[in-house]
C-alpha cells in the first residue's frame, strides 16, 4: 500500500501547490458552468477520504460533523471561505494522510462496511477505500485544473 499512500500524497502535493498559488478570491470563484469552486473541489477530497477511509471502518474521523455536511457529496458552497478555513486545509491535506497511513501500518483497519460508490464500484475492505480515493481525488484535480483555467 505504500505505492498507493505515494499516490496520494503527490497528488495532494499539487493541490497544496494551488492553495498555495492562488488568491482566496480566486480560490472562492464560482464561474458560470460550474457548480463549486477550487476551494470546495480540495476540502472535498479530504473530507471524502474521511469517509471513505474511517468512517466506512467504523474508526474516528479528524474532521467536524461542520466540515462533513459542507463538503460532503452533494453539497456545494454556502459561504466563501478565509484565512482561517485556507490554513486548515493546507493542514488537513497532509495530517489526514500521515494519519491513515499510520492507522493501517497499525491494523487499525480491522472492519469494514461495504458501500458503492458512484461509479457502481463496491468497496469491501480499507484497501478498496484507499485505491477508489486515488482516482476520486483525480478526478477532482481535473476539476481543479479546469477551474484555474476559467478564474
Not at 505504500?2 to 464561474?31: E, H, S, V
Not at 479528524?62 to 482561517?84: H, L, R, Y
Request: glycine share 6%; proline share 2%; aromatic share 12%.
Amino acid at each position: 500500500m505504500d505505492y498507493c499512500f505515494d499516490i496520494t500524497l503527490k497528488t495532494r502535493n499539487f493541490f497544496k501547490n494551488i492553495l498555495d498559488g492562488y488568491t482566496l478570491n480566486q480560490l472562492n470563484a464560482i464561474p458560470d458552468g460550474f457548480n463549486n469552486n477550487i476551494f470546495w473541489n480540495i476540502k472535498h477530497v479530504v473530507i471524502t477520504q474521511q469517509l471513505l477511509v474511517y468512517k466506512l471502518s467504523g474508526l474516528p474521523m479528524m474532521v467536524t460533523e461542520e466540515e462533513i455536511v459542507g463538503f460532503q457529496k452533494g453539497s456545494k458552497p454556502i459561504q466563501d471561505a478565509d484565512d482561517k478555513d485556507l490554513n486548515l486545509l493546507k493542514e488537513q491535506l497532509f495530517s489526514t494522510l500521515e494519519q491513515a497511513r499510520e492507522d493501517y501500518k497499525n491494523g487499525k483497519f480491522e472492519q469494514y462496511n461495504e458501500y458503492t460508490v458512484t461509479t457502481k464500484s463496491t468497496l469491501t475492505n480499507v484497501e478498496e477505500a484507499l485505491e477508489f480515493n486515488n482516482f476520486h481525488e483525480g478526478i477532482h484535480l481535473g476539476y481543479v485544473l479546469a477551474l484555474l483555467r476559467v478564474i
